[in-house]
């Protein structure tokens, strides 16, 4: 651990885990949504989190983090009045995620313009997550460096579109992960790199055909 | 890159400052500049002191159990008729003040954990404040502190879950020790001391939070920690050293970290959440969270 995984985070109480964990996960839910705050988010807690996330906050810090607030945010106790404001709408429900990291939780959100994410991310401990699952398929990011998900056709090609578009444009890749669901179904391609991705990068492989969706966060 | 034995450190600050050590590297560990490594020191320290502020001795925790013993320790201090006497009590205040922030949903740094966030501020105010410190001889502290917390991290844990709350509030204490004695003029030798005396007289505590939650006992004990870090201080100034050296002593807290029951790390089971009253209350958070 470097000597800031030890030193903070500065954050809002009880529980690094439980709490600001939490407000992460719901923060990068709605990075990854890429619309602002949504118009609905449907999140159910699995775990630890389902049996004491209550005490600890997790469901307020899980809203807090969808509203854009940060973990040192003192809103945080007040998010549920703080969400009705903003007119977003929400659920909490419980689920069995077997095999999962005991601090987990999926959420489903809709946005306004009925672009709609699922994601399911785990609290690693210290306030870190880790997004376990994107859009049904499997992953494995943090959101700490600047991460490019592609969607597409499991079929030739594809990743030698994204990384020579990615040499093109001068952005060196950190880490690449692939996955997809069955052989020729959907596929994954999650690739963190050492700086964004510029804008037309992303636009031009939108435009690619057998890929279906892009998603860029860039670090925070 | 970060020190994984505090024999390691103490052979680098032979010709060095043992801040001018951390910093270093620090900045090989993540890439980072002096600059920019110092700065976002500076920010967390800065934190540290606007936590303080925040305290609020009119907030309750979600249980019901946490808040207010801040202010009432302040208030007998105040009478002037402690046991320990003014300066101790206020530490003591302190450790409590931020275990209740914490608990009471208000901005605390972690160090290294949410439910140890007591301790570190605890030791570090009142002595700024009574030795009259800028800031910035804090945060070479606050460099002081994290290495200590880096090598138990890498040799054993600073997680209850993983080695009980001689993980949190062991590891807190140590790292307090060790930032005063740096502090008050000790070398790199009687900064390891001070860590590993505060570390073997916090071995064996368990991780038995009431309902899972960090309430009972965490916020008290941030005051025990605190106290075991300035004894451990002092005796280290004095020139007494651990018999056993330090990096056996983190060993043996993995080891009695590992050999610790899960009942009694952070499961909510036993130790202090196993008794009666904690098994109602238990019961009780239970129902709340079935509505």
């Not at chain 2, 993540?30 to 009119?58: C, F, H, N, W």
Request: glycine content about 12%; overall charge negative; some cysteine.
């Amino acid at each position: 651990m470097n000597l800031f995984d030890i030193l903070g985070p500065v954050m809002v109480g009880p529980s690094s885990s439980h709490t600001a964990g939490a407000v992460r996960i719901g923060r990068i839910a709605r990075r990854l949504l890429g619309e602002g705050t949504p118009m609905r988010a449907d999140i159910a807690l699995s775990g630890s989190f389902a049996a004491t996330g209550h005490g600890h906050g997790t469901d307020r810090a899980i809203i807090a983090g969808l509203l854009g607030m940060n973990t040192d945010d003192e809103r945080i106790s007040d998010s549920f009045a703080h969400a009705h404001e903003a007119g977003m709408a929400y659920t909490f429900s419980r689920v069995k995620l077997p095999g999962e990291h005991p601090n987990t939780a999926r959420l489903e959100l809709t946005a306004h313009s009925g672009k709609t994410l699922s994601i399911i991310a785990a609290s690693l401990g210290g306030g870190r997550i880790m997004v376990r699952e994107m859009n049904g398929l499997r992953a494995n990011f943090s959101g700490d460096l600047p991460t490019l998900i592609v969607q597409n056709l499991d079929q030739p090609g594809h990743v030698s579109d994204v990384t020579s578009m990615l040499s093109h444009k001068g952005v060196n890749i950190a880490t690449m992960q692939l996955y997809r669901d069955h052989p020729g179904g959907n596929a994954v391609m999650i690739i963190e790199t050492d700086k964004a991705v510029p804008a037309e990068g992303i636009r031009w492989l939108e435009r690619s055909e057998g890929i279906t969706r892009v998603t860029f966060i860039d670090a925070e | 890159m970060a020190y994984e034995s505090l024999g390691e450190l103490q052979n680098a600050c032979r010709h060095h400052d043992i801040f001018e050590a951390v910093l270093e590297s620090d900045c090989v560990d993540r890439g980072v500049t002096r600059e920019q490594s110092l700065t976002q020191m500076r920010a967390l320290y800065g934190a540290i002191r606007r936590s303080k502020e925040g305290y609020d001795p009119a907030l309750r925790s979600h249980s019901g159990m946490v808040g207010g013993d801040g202010a009432k320790m302040r208030e007998y201090v105040a009478k002037g008729k402690t046991i320990c006497g003014e300066y101790i009590g206020g530490v003591i205040a302190q450790a409590i003040e931020m275990g209740e922030s914490n608990a009471c949903m208000k901005c605390i740094v972690a160090a290294p954990t949410a439910g140890s966030c007591g301790v570190l501020p605890a030791v570090l105010l009142p002595y700024q404040r009574r030795e009259n410190l800028p800031d910035e001889t804090m945060v070479k502290a606050m460099y002081v502190a994290g290495v200590i917390g880096q090598v138990i991290a890498s040799n054993a844990s600073i997680a209850g879950a993983a080695g009980g709350c001689q993980a949190e509030i062991g590891t807190a204490s140590a790292m307090g020790a060790a930032a005063l004695c740096y502090l008050a003029g000790g070398n790199a030798e009687a900064v390891c001391h001070a860590a590993t005396l505060a570390i073997k007289s916090m071995l064996g505590l368990v991780c038995d939070p009431i309902a899972g939650l960090v309430e009972v006992p965490c916020v008290k004990r941030n005051a025990a920690g605190a106290m075991i870090a300035m004894s451990s201080a002092d005796m280290a100034l004095a020139g007494i050293r651990s018999a056993v050296p330090p990096d056996e002593v983190i060993l043996a807290m993995r080891e009695v970290g590992e050999k610790m029951d899960v009942s009694l790390k952070e499961t909510g089971i036993g130790g202090i959440a196993g008794t009666p009253f904690g098994q109602k209350i238990a019961e009780q958070m239970n129902l709340e969270e079935e509505d």
